[in-house]
């Protein structure tokens, strides 16, 4: 990922906290049978290792646990807000037509040598902590063991375990950082107008707080 310095974020605390308010990562890797790519849902133990571990687990059934298997390196992207920024929100623009569109967005890519694990209680804490961490903000938080066991057990044997401690990782918050101050402000009101065709209320906020 190409990240200009205006638009680079290496605090650690920020980049874990995209990948938890937005788990559903991109797994990527290369191997024998070319570029594999799987979406799927990780949990980061931001305190394991020197810059936190990965764990998810994919379906037996798809081929890129095997890829895995023998991968010596991968990536997995974190995409968090994003939208269409629109030339007209530019106050700059009225002066000397000097301005085109663009997308702001933010993102965190991690890498590290992947493992696969089909041990059932590595599996069994995996899905817990997965499901604890989304819901536990529901009222009545479903739990695993509400599950049927035998039920469970037969899930077990569906999938496989990946676990990724990261060995590197960068951020790239694109919020405008390049623009002038008024210009900057323009795009926030802008994102900010629920009544225009591109307003993004959500990416306004990410904007304000840096």
């Not at 993102?107 to 997965?130: C, F, H, S, T």
């Not at 959500?202 to 904007?207: D, I």
Request: aromatic share 8%; net charge negative.
């Amino acid at each position: 990922m190409h990240i200009p310095g205006s638009f680079r974020e290496d605090r650690i605390e920020q980049l874990h906290a995209l990948m938890t308010t937005h788990p559903l990562g991109l797994l990527i890797s290369y191997g024998a049978s070319g570029l594999q790519a799987s979406p799927t849902p990780f949990t980061l133990y931001p305190r394991e290792g020197e810059l936190g571990v990965l764990r998810a687990h994919l379906a037996r059934a798809n081929p890129h646990w095997k890829v895995l298997a023998d991968c010596r390196d991968c990536l997995v992207m974190f995409q968090g807000e994003d939208g269409y920024v629109s030339p007209s929100w530019y106050p700059s623009k009225a002066d000397d037509q000097r301005a085109v569109p663009t997308w702001n967005y933010i993102a965190v890519e991690a890498r590290g040598k992947p493992a696969i694990i089909e041990d059932p209680a590595w599996l069994r804490r995996q899905l817990n902590d997965l499901t604890a961490q989304h819901e536990g903000v529901r009222p009545q938080p479903w739990s695993v063991a509400d599950a049927p066991e035998d039920y469970i057990a037969s899930q077990l044997k569906a999938i496989v375990g990946i676990e990724m401690p990261i060995e590197d990782i960068h951020g790239k918050w694109k919020l405008s950082q390049n623009k002038s101050g008024r210009d900057l402000q323009g795009v926030i009101d802008g994102m900010a107008d629920r009544h225009d065709p591109h307003g993004n209320p959500e990416l306004a906020k990410r904007m304000e707080g840096g």
